[in-house]
């Protein structure tokens, strides 16, 4: 089982981790600066020979679909249906708020926390973060979803950690959008965790594995990339470009 894990943040990091019935058995993290395009084949190469496993031995591949930044997260689903298409295997989906919220599950602090909030956010610049919230049930399945996906304003979303806290609800925000406005989100009753900051290659390559087996998976012509926003460059277009009515219409 091959998980490929590709995060959008703005430290630009993607990794690449294998995992069986037992455990990870590598991992490889591509670091900031990496031209992540030309990276990902050879550190899928890397992680398979580190592990003594050939590309045709995979049974399902797990990508890491968004949200997040829109060239980092193409490459990330663009490799995952490549391999898929060429191994005639399947692919797990997961969102990189899920992967977080699950790493930060199990976490020590996450210890006797059930009916906890967790709050994943993710730095989306401008000025914008993506998240969720997931309740921390203390069952085989951590978490339960509350509500969808979303690109927020950070404003938008402490009041609505507030409405929780005001409730009697505990609230713990993770991620790196989390740390850039922790003063902010503190000041509307939430705790804010120092890890995790990013998405988790390991848990995204363990739980797409107990998924995959349990049938989950999808034929890689169906993976689809989640930006939750137009790309930065169709952004930058439309309002250096702004629309003008045509003459005689």
Known sequence: MLAKLDVKTRTEAAGVALADDDGVLAAFTLQRGRRHGESMAPAVSFVCERAGVRLSELDALCVDVGPGLFTGLRVGVSTAKALGFALDIPVVEMTSLEVLALAAAG????????????????????????????ELTGAALPLRRLGEDGLFDPEALAAQIAALVEEGRRCV?????????????????????????????????????????????????????RYLRPADVRINWEQRMPTRPVAGT
Do not use: H, N
């Open 173 to 225: 925000c993770i991620g790196d959008g989390a740390r850039r406005f922790a003063e902010l989100l503190r000041r509307r009753g939430a705790e804010v965790s120092p890890s995790p900051l990013f998405p988790d290659v390991g848990v995204l390559a363990v739980t797409g594995l107990a998924r995959a087996t349990a049938g989950a998976g999808c034929p890689a012509e169906q993976v689809a990339a």
């Open 107 to 134: 976490s020590p602090w996450a210890d006797g926390a059930a009916g906890c909030v967790l709050v994943p956010v993710v730095d989306a610049r401008r000025a914008l973060v993506f998240s969720a919230r997931y």
